[in-house]
């Protein structure tokens, strides 16, 4: 006989961890707060126009992750997706990542490649040796004007706070290329899911040994009824916020419609501070395969997630490193508890990590149990 285990979560951990356990002969209940399953990736079709909508936001696959690559592909079929995000700043719409068409167009030249590397090493500031912070990266990357028009705005707008406060991690997210190769991601593998992250999320839970419940909170003081609890939720919220709340950054998304094509592309950025938006999502072009006469758009803004909000980006400061250091060592003294996914260990993680660290956090239960050692 298997072990009964509960999965806090819906997402991509929960989803992942839950089949793998349940195909080695475990019964699995995954509950959910949520009345969908798939977290954060969550996509449904827009009542009025039909269109996928990416409801919490952007999501676009990609990984270098063979395994992950092959794993997503048994539960969806993927279609070939490339994501070439544009930035409206300084009153000009420029191509992202940072390449040499944004080089050219902004300094009104007409560079090629080497031309533009030496170029742009004479903007970069060689002052900063050991860049530490976001800011002292761009600064010593790509120099103050680059660095003022795409990155400084945005970021302040994203994170509210300096990019002299934020990591320079953050910042080693975006390349910067001198070619005119305008995808946004350099990994090998990139696609959309015909049928959207729901569907596939629903496939992965689709096993005898699994059991869904929505609408369907997990208090700790239930844990004793399993023999084994793997919590997707906030790391903080495990233990009731006693400690004092980890911070977040929460989205708004101010939701409207228009005709046709309202915006050209899927994702436009706004770098300019004065600009209230961080970005705009024209949904319609996540599924370029599909034809829509309406268009149903998000306009993003960021703030300090509330005690009622939806949790997105760890801000990790100092301040919330000294908080999570306390939580991390309750964490880590629980018996059959384990914490996964980009709440439970307080991570910015993108989809293909999650999934990878959510194999690995299935295959160390099982090892674990095979060899009956506690966890
Ligand atoms: N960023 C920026 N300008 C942009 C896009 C991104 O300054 O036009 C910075 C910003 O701080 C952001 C980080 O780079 O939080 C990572 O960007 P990414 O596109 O990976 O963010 P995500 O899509 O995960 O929100």
Redesign the pocket.
């Known amino acids: 006989m298997g072990d009964r285990i509960v999965m806090v979560g819906a997402g991509l951990s929960g989803a992942v961890i839950g089949r793998r356990l349940a195909e080695a002969g475990h019964a699995v209940t995954v509950m959910d707060a949520r009345p969908h399953v798939a977290g954060n990736c969550h996509t449904e079709r827009d009542a009025e126009t039909g269109v996928m909508m990416h409801v919490y936001?952007?999501h676009i696959f990609h990984t270098d992750d063979e395994g992950v690559w092959d794993y997503v592909n048994r539960f969806a079929n993927f279609l070939p997706y490339k994501n070439r995000?544009k930035?409206t700043t300084q009153g000009q719409v420029f191509s992202?990542p940072i390449n040499l068409h944004t080089i050219n167009q902004f300094y009104g030249r007409t560079m090629r490649p080497e031309e533009a590397r030496d170029f742009i090493a004479t903007q970069a500031d060689k002052s900063i040796t050991d860049p530490q912070s976001?800011e002292e990266q761009a600064l010593a990357f790509v120099g103050r004007d680059l660095y003022e028009a795409?990155?400084?705005?945005?970021?302040e707008k994203?994170?509210g706070c300096s990019?002299a406060e934020?990591p320079a991690s953050?910042?080693k997210?975006?390349p910067v290329r001198f070619n005119y190769d305008d995808n946004?991601f350099f990994h090998r593998f990139q696609g959309m899911p015909e049928d959207g992250y729901t569907a596939m999320v629903e496939h992965i839970l689709d096993h005898p040994g699994i059991t869904v419940h929505l609408d369907t909170r997990f208090e700790r003081k239930q844990a004793e009824g399993w023999d084994h609890v793997f919590w997707s939720g906030p790391l903080d919220g495990f233990y009731g916020f006693d400690l004092g709340r980890l911070g977040y950054r929460t989205l708004d998304f101010e939701r409207f419609r228009a005709m046709g094509d309202w915006q050209g592309c899927a994702v436009m950025?706004y770098?300019d501070p004065q600009v209230p938006q961080?970005?705009i999502t024209e949904h319609k072009h996540f599924s370029p395969w599909e034809e829509h006469e309406g268009s149903v758009l998000y306009r993003e803004t960021s703030r300090a997630c509330g005690p009622d909000d939806i949790p997105y980006?760890p801000i990790r400061l100092v301040e919330e490193k000294a908080l999570l250091n306390d939580y991390v060592e309750r964490a880590l003294n629980e018996q059959n508890v384990t914490f996964v996914g980009r709440l439970g260990t307080y991570r910015?993680l993108?989809m293909d990590v999650t999934i990878r660290e959510a194999m690995t956090a299935a295959d160390t239960f099982l090892d674990a149990r095979r060899s009956g050692r506690a966890m």
């Open positions: 936001g952007p995000v930035s992202l976001f795409f990155f400084k705005g945005y970021t994203q994170w990019p934020l953050i910042l997210r975006l946004y950025n770098g961080t970005r980006y910015y993108d």
